[in-house]
Each structure stands twice: as C-alpha cells, then as structure tokens.
C-alpha cells in the first residue's frame, strides 16, 4: 500500500528556531486551524507539521489552501498517537515540540526549549508547564510533575519525571526515534508513560522546565469520558506487561479483574487488555534496574 501523502514544511526561517511543532490532530478543523493561526504568529516562527489522522471533514483541504507554508501529512487511517511519530520523522530540526489540535505555546516557550537542550545534551524530553482554559488556570499535572519524587540529578534543568503531558513537552528529535516513539500497542491515551519509560532506558533524562509553557483550551469535541477512562486502564495493564516485571503486571491484572466484577468499565478494559496482550509480549522488554525503581518510587508515592 502506498504511504501517506506529504508536504513538506518550511525551512527554519532566518532568526528562527530549531524547534518543528508537531500537530496530530482528527476532525477537529475549526480549533486545528485556529492553533496553527496562533503558533504562525509566534515570534520564534517555528516550523509546523500537522499530521491528519484521516479526518473526514475537510480539515487537511482546508489547511493545505490557508497554510501552505505548512508541512501536510494525510495519513490514510486513524494512528492515534502514532500520527506524532510521523510528524518526528518528517521534521528535519533537532527538536520537536508536540501540540495537540487545541494547545499550542506561549511566546518565548519554544525560544527557551532550544535553549534548554542545547545545553544539557542527554536530555531527552522537556516537560513544560501547561496552562488550562481561557483563564489559564494551572493545571493540576504542573503540581505532580514539580513535587516529583524522583531524586534531582545534578547538571539537568529541573526535576526529573517518568510521565508527561504529550500537548506540553518538547523531545530531542533522536532521542524519541531511539526510543521508538509512541507506542503502536496503546494507540491512544497514556501514552506518554511509556515513551517515558523507554527514554530513560536508554539514559535520556526527562525533567519538568515551568519557564515553557504551553497553553491547553480543552476541545468540547472528545470521546466520551467513560471510553477514556476504560482506554486508560487497559493502556495502564498494556504498559505493565510491555515493561514491568511480569509479577507486577500479573498483580494489575488481577486488581483490574476484581474491580471488574461490579465495574463494567473495568471489565471491558480487561478485556481490551487481553485482545492486544499477544503484540504487548511480543514488545516485551524489562526496565533496567534503575528506572524500575524510580517506577516504583513513583507508584508508592502516588497511591
């Protein structure tokens, strides 16, 4: 079958940034093109690449006719999250920033990323600090990241985490192709666990940096909130059983199997667990040793 078809996006500008934003995004036209609105007028004038996810209301047309400064992706079919790791693939600057079809960064943000990497070279991701809704409240995920319980690596830029928000971070380009990207076994929702995970075992480092910030107006336009939370917990026991030892994983999925026995929603995540179990083991591959116990840390510290 043919690939998907590519335009390809503008080189870094004079006076720009080696920063590409990297937009995944399913119909949702109207906010996909007000974000790609918002990042063109950033002073930094970073390269953008939207990556359609096989939208069916027009949105890759219409930003092919208002942007064509624009790198275009029209991917045949639905990615979920693997629509970042084509994006990753298509930019060609050392860093890339993902936004989601609603988010998109403050000015200076991307500015200071480049900055942040350049000068600490092992690391692999930036999360930054994400700022919800029109009256850009904190969100709550800014506190967790901060109160991290992780110990301060000395030479890094802020403290260390094992998650993040994919619509707020900043990854070094080849750092996340080491680490493979986003998980094709989880699709979509807690994702970024496991690409945290992967990074830091291969001895990239992540760190929370709050002098980036992104900005997140939530769409009205989601699935519903009972599917995310079934999709959350099956992609919670898939990354259990593509990392941690196996008497972890056979210890989430028997809680999961208990909840389920008055929770339909925990029964159906079990069950969508075990339909994709059999490509989980295939991609198998244990934690080192060190990052095990900083998952552990942080499971003990969250509970």
Sequence with gaps: MSGPETSAPEAVPAGGIPVTVVIATRNRRGELL?????????????????????????????????????GLVRLRRNLGALG???????????????????????????????????????LGLL??????????????????????????????????????????????????????????VLFFIGEERLLAYDLAALGWSSCYVP???AV??????????DWRRRTEMRNDLLTAWLRRPARIAL???????????QDPGSRAALAGAFRRLPSALLRRRRLPYAVEQAARLIEATSS
């Design 216 to 225: 997140h107006e939530p769409s009205p336009i989601r699935p519903p909130s």
């Design 127 to 184: 999360a930054a600090r994400t700022l919800v809704g029109a009256d850009r409240a904190p969100d709550p995920i800014n506190e967790a990241l901060a109160a991290t319980p992780l110990r301060q690596q000395d030479g890094l830029p802020g403290p260390p985490v094992l998650g993040f928000l994919a619509c707020a971070s900043v990854v070094r380009r080849r750092a996340f192709l080491e680490a493979g990207g986003f998980s094709e």
């Design 84 to 122: 970042r790791n084509v994006g990753v693939r298509a930019a060609v600057t050392p860093y890339v920033a993902f936004s989601d079809d609603d988010s998109w960064w403050d000015p200076g943000a991307l500015r200071h990323a480049a900055g942040t990497f350049a000068g600490h070279p092992r």
């Design 34 to 70: 007000r974000t790609v609105e918002r990042l063109r007028a950033l002073p930094e004038s970073p390269p953008v690449i939207v990556v359609d996810n096989a939208s069916s209301d027009g949105t890759a047309d219409e930003v092919g006719a208002r942007f064509p400064e624009v």
């Design 251 to 261: 210890r989430d999925t028997v809680r999961l199997a208990g909840r389920g026995v």
């Design 211 to 213: 002098e980036a910030v």
